[in-house]
Each structure stands twice: as C-alpha cells, then as structure tokens.
C-alpha cells in the first residue's frame, strides 16, 4: 500500500499564493506518476495536476491551468503543487496520490491510495 504525508496547507486570502508538499512513503517519486487531487465539502475527489516521476511530463486541470505548477525533488523524495493567483473555488483538502501508469493516473485521474490530505483554504 503506497503512503503520502501532505503538508504545507493553510488559510490564504484571494489572489494569495501557497505551496504544499507530498513525501512518499516507501518508494522513490522518480519511479511513479505522482498526483495532486482535491476534495471539497460535499464532492468527490478532482484531479488537480500530475507528473511522471521519470521524464517529468506535467499535466493539470483546466481549473488551475497557468495558476498551479507541480513538481519534484527526486534529492528530497518531495512532490511539490505551487499554486498562485488562489480562489476560493480553490478551497479543498488537496491529497497525494501514485500510480505506476501515468496514463491511469494522470489521464483517467484515478487512483487508489491516498494520503490524510491537507487543507487548503482561501477566504478574505
């Protein structure tokens, strides 16, 4: 069973800017794709943005298109979502998750283990 441990949530006004972390546990983020999803209150869970660990291809909702950048530190085994220009539609608790099959993961945007999540929150 794959492990994440999410960090770096918080509260951020409109237009604010936050980047939270994922480090996996168990296996090394440049042999999987690697996925941020979000859940807000009373919906199912978004595919967000996603990378391949191996060649680095990104790939993003249209929702956060040109506001969200992901990325790795393969020295730090760390996933990083940067995201800027944040709305309150942005308001959710964003997971981790991995796949073997960057196709499953980052085309189909499903997954099957995730991590405990952390909220993010945007609100003047």
């Known amino acids: 069973q794959l492990q994440f441990v999410e960090s770096g949530g918080g509260l951020v006004q409109p237009g604010g800017s936050l980047r939270i972390s994922c480090v996996p546990s168990?296996?090394?983020?440049?042999?999987?794709?690697i996925a941020w999803f979000r859940q807000a209150p009373g919906k199912e869970h978004e595919g967000v943005s996603c990378?391949?660990?191996?060649?680095?291809?990104?790939y993003y909702a249209d929702s956060v298109k040109g506001r969200f950048t992901i990325s790795t530190d393969n020295s730090k085994n760390t996933v990083y979502l940067q995201m800027n220009d944040l709305k309150p539609e942005d308001t959710a608790t964003y997971y981790c998750?991995?796949?073997?099959?960057?196709?499953?993961?980052?085309?189909?945007?499903?997954?099957?283990?995730w991590g405990r999540g952390t909220l993010v929150a945007v609100s003047s």
């Open positions: 168990g296996f090394n983020v440049e042999n999987y794709a």
């Open positions: 998750a991995a796949d073997l099959g960057v196709y499953r993961l980052c085309i189909l945007w499903r997954a099957d283990y």
């Open positions: 990378i391949n660990g191996g060649d680095r291809a990104t």
